[in-house]
């Protein structure tokens, strides 16, 4: 089996480390949805563990029972790393299935079906921190070396899964060739979690009770989760994920951003996200 165990790149877009492989990578672009399945789709760094926790809470009516026993590996399982496929494979509807890819290697598989896409978006800032604190304690991703190095890659596009900006504006703009398909973002659910648990549940047409979206807001908050060793990945051995280096559940902030970047970053962030982003109408919130 071809290993990616150093950057490659695979129909443009960087991979690197050992977690996919060519084989793996194809079997995720011709993946079979079926129309039960709901997909989770993110750039790195983005929410994507804390919206697992809130479909596995939402559709179990805000009881922890499987969120606080199974890992979100394996109730949520990522379509394109290799040691995920057994578990898609044993899996019966309705699945929760969750994805990094871009949209030019998925669409086209998702469009076959009625499936759920669930795209979480999160400000360019701080998926960059982020993105730059995970690459020091991810051993399976190169070193980052320092953050203006990282950002530099980070802005180019070369890090792992490719340019932020095409991600998130290859499936915004698209959105309306899926069948079903909500949009959210980090900062929505930081500021009315109550909100954005609704918003899910309407979505996954899975009405909830007040006390029991009270349950799931209580158990997917960044405490709660922070301390849940089925979505922390402290169950990962250290050399995969070593969190001496530092934590996966590191700050769960908005605008962490600016304890980082110096006012020249920040510019130059700025005047990036200008040009790419000028044909989008996507706006975020940076701080709160
Ligand atoms: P920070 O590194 O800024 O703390 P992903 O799951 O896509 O890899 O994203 C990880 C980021 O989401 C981390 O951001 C992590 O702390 C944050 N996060 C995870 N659960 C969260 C929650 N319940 N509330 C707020 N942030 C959360």
Redesign the pocket.
């Known amino acids: 089996m071809a290993r990616l165990d150093v950057t490659e790149t695979f129909h443009g877009i960087t991979f690197s480390g050992h977690l996919h492989t060519q084989d793996s990578l194809n079997y995720a672009t011709n993946f079979k949805f079926q129309d039960t399945d709901t997909v989770i789709v993110?750039?790195?760094?983005?929410?994507?563990?804390?919206?697992?926790?809130i479909l596995t809470l939402v559709l179990n009516k805000g009881d922890p029972t499987i969120a606080q026993n199974q890992p979100n590996w394996a109730r949520a399982p990522w379509l394109e790393q290799y040691y995920c496929h057994e578990v898609l494979k044993f899996s019966s509807g309705p699945r929760i299935i969750t994805t990094?890819l871009p949209y030019h290697l998925l669409g086209p598989a998702l469009k076959q079906s009625n499936a759920k896409v669930i795209y979480?978006a999160?400000n360019l800032k701080?998926?960059a921190?982020?993105?730059y604190?995970?690459h020091k304690m991810a051993n399976f991703l190169p070193d980052p070396g320092s953050f203006s190095e990282f950002l530099s890659a980070f802005l180019k596009g070369t890090v792992h899964y490719g340019s932020w900006f095409e991600h998130v504006k290859g499936w915004t703009s698209h959105s309306k060739d899926i069948h079903n398909f909500l949009f959210i973002t980090?900062e929505e659910?930081?500021q009315d979690?109550h909100g954005a648990l609704q918003k899910v549940s309407r979505f996954l047409q899975c009405p909830l009770a007040e006390d029991e979206l009270m349950l799931a807001q209580k158990y997917?908050?960044?405490?709660?989760?922070?301390e849940n060793a089925m979505?922390n990945y402290t169950l990962i051995p250290q050399e995969i994920m070593d969190h001496s280096k530092g934590?996966?559940?590191?700050?769960?902030?908005v605008g962490?951003w600016k304890n980082i970047l110096t006012e020249e970053q920040s510019c130059l962030v700025d005047d990036v996200y200008s040009s790419q982003m000028a044909d989008s109408s996507l706006l975020f919130k940076w701080e709160m």
């Open positions: 993110t750039y790195p760094k983005s929410g994507t563990t804390w919206m697992q926790e990094h979480v999160r701080d998926v921190v982020s993105y604190h995970f980090y659910m930081w979690l997917c908050s960044f405490n709660s989760m922070k979505v934590k996966f559940m590191r700050k769960g902030k962490d």
